[in-house]
T-cell receptor, first 112, second 112 residues
């Protein structure tokens, strides 16, 4: 996973457009990945997960893509809505009962 | 999933005092974690608190500053001791269920 960074990068998207949020992970042994959404004043909420034996998984309006070759994870949000405005974190499970390792996060801002 | 509550939701404290944050889970879990999230940043793991054993602290965090209790499988406390303004942050409780971690709503602490 990535180390804790400074201020969060921001992605601004027009309402109705698709959003793509990217994450690079560092541990090639990681076998499970999660995307979390954190709205202002709240704790992170589980959105979608994917295991390392898959390269794509779809949920409601969200899709997670996993590219193990380049250790890259992305979250695609279709038809982005104002309610999607939040900070999004990727997290990886490096194995066993160790805590998840979190990425730096990306702030998604939806322009109405 | 897991339903997690934290008390207090926020507090404003004076320098040099201590605050104990409570975390309650709706069902029994073995693994609980405490995180700190400074404004605009990602989550930093403070410690892992498993019932029946001493908490395991991450680098940069010590038991004297952040004592943790884990009296049973549904409850934990984190104390922030001898607070300074640098301790102003959001403190999050998290539990592991299967491969996934779930988070409480957080405690927003401001130290004057």
């Amino acid at each position: 996973g990535e180390s804790v960074g400074l201020h969060l990068p921001t992605l601004s998207v027009q309402e109705g457009d698709n959003s793509i949020i990217n994450c690079a992970y560092s541990n090639s042994a990681s076998d499970y990945f999660i995307w979390y959404k954190q709205e202002s004043g709240k704790g992170p909420q589980f959105i979608i997960d994917i295991r390392s034996n898959m390269d794509k998984r779809q949920g409601q309006r969200v899709t997670v893509l996993l590219n193990k070759t380049v250790k890259h994870l992305s979250l695609q949000i279709a038809a982005t809505q104002p309610g999607d405005s939040a900070v999004y974190f990727c997290a990886e499970n490096i194995g066993g009962n160790t805590p998840l390792v979190f990425g730096k996060g990306t702030r998604l801002s939806v322009i109405a | 999933s897991a339903v997690i509550s934290q008390k207090p939701s926020r507090d404003i404290c004076q320098r040099g005092t201590s605050l104990t944050i409570q975390c309650q889970v709706d069902s029994q879990v073995t693994m609980m974690f405490w995180y700190r999230q400074q404004p605009g940043q990602s989550l930093t793991l403070i410690a892992t608190a498993n019932q029946g054993s001493e908490a395991t602290y991450e680098s940069g965090f010590v038991i004297d500053k952040f004592p943790i209790s884990r009296p049973n499988l549904t409850f934990s406390t984190l104390t922030v001791s001898n607070m300074s303004p640098e301790d102003s942050s959001i403190y999050l409780c998290s539990v592991r269920r299967g491969d996934t971690q779930y988070f409480g709503p957080g405690t927003r602490l401001t130290v004057l």
